[in-house]
Structures are given as C-alpha cells and as structure tokens.
C-alpha cells in the first residue's frame, strides 16, 4: 500500500500527468475560493454588531475559523473535481502502471457527478461535526482523520472498481477488504491534511485507489483460484 502510494505522488509531479494537475488544481481552487465568498457573504449579511469593537474582534476570529474551514472543505470540494477528471485520471494509470491488463470502461457523467455530489454532502455533515469536535481536546485530529479515512476510501475506492465492475459487485468488494480501503483512506486523509500540495487530492486519490483496486483485485482472484 506505501508503495501504492509513492507511485501516486510520481504520477501527481509526472509529465504525463501535468495537463490534468494544472486543471485540477484549477477547479479544486476555484472551488475553494467560490465556498469561501459564499461563507464571507453569509457571514457578513447575518452577523451585525452594535460596538465597533466587537464587530472587529469577530471579524478577526472568523477569519480564522473561515481557513480552518477551508482545510476541511478540501475534501469535499475535491470529491466534486474527481467526478469531473476521474476516467481520464484512471485511465491514464490503468495505461501505464498496468500496460498488460485490460482499461476500464468510463462511467457514465450523470452517475459519477450524482455520485459525486451526494459524497459531497455527506463529507459536508460528517467534517462539520469533525469541526465541533475541535473543541475537545485529544480527539479532534483523531475525528477528522477517521472521518475522513472512511469515507475518502470508500468514495475513491469505489469510483475505480466502478471501472471494472457493477455497483454492488464494487460495493461487495469494498466491503470484503474494509480494512485495506480504510488504510488507503487514511493515506489520503493525510494528503489532505498538508496545506497547498491538497489541492491536488482529486489526483493522487484516484491514481492511488486504482493502484489499490487492481492489487486487491489480484488478491480475490488468487484466493478464490486457492480455494478451488
């Protein structure tokens, strides 16, 4: 899996791969940046204050808590981009870590962005309640790697053996190695967690749970041909 993972982040800093980490670089910015004027606004439209003062301080610390929440928005922002570039980002790996072995069929647009914008909610609740969390000392960074380890792998897990498979064949299969996709989860949550070099999440999640699908792919195959 930490060799699965190293060859991610060569595909991330690779030539082949540029074109796609400019792009989405571009939107998991842009997306960023849409989220936070939309925070600003709400923020600035509902929350007046009498004293000038207080306006200030408040202003001041939701500041700070706006680029907190802009860490943890990372991962839900980048499960949208991957929606948008995951064929041509698997594709790519299935080609040249796997030239043997036959390529995935692409997923149908409206499955991956309904799939993906469900995801997007979800990550949204569950890293809200990560935030609040925060507040608890000893147990804030476990919640939020935790959080999102399971559902980072279970999202980008599924979208690459969705490639190969139907849906509850993928979602059988996620469920037969959860220990493996949760540890997979865990390596991208700590992608997430490092500020700037997140915002090419979308791409090495996906060329590394491509990795992590054919390897665990290979091991039912040996196991089922064992059993037999």
Known sequence: MIADAFAALSDVV??????????????????????????????NHFVTLPWGWAETTVDIIAGAGFVVAMVFLVAPVSSLVAGLFLDEIAEKVERTAFPSDPVGSPLPLPQVLVSSVKFFGVVILANLIALVLLLLPGINLVAFLLVNAYLLGREY??????????YDEARTLRRAYAGQVFGGGLIVAL??????VNLATPLF?????????????????TSAQGAV
């Open 157 to 166: 897990f599924e979208l690459a053996a969705l490639r190969f498979r139907p």
């Open 191 to 196: 992608f997430v967690m490092i500020p700037i």
């Open 205 to 221: 999640a996906t060329a590394f749970m491509v990795r992590l699908h054919k390897r665990i792919s290979a091991q039912g195959r």
């Open 14 to 43: 690779s030539k082949p791969f540029r074109a796609i980490l400019l792009r989405t670089l571009g939107f998991t910015l842009a997306g960023l940046i849409a989220l936070w004027i939309i925070l600003v606004w709400v923020f």
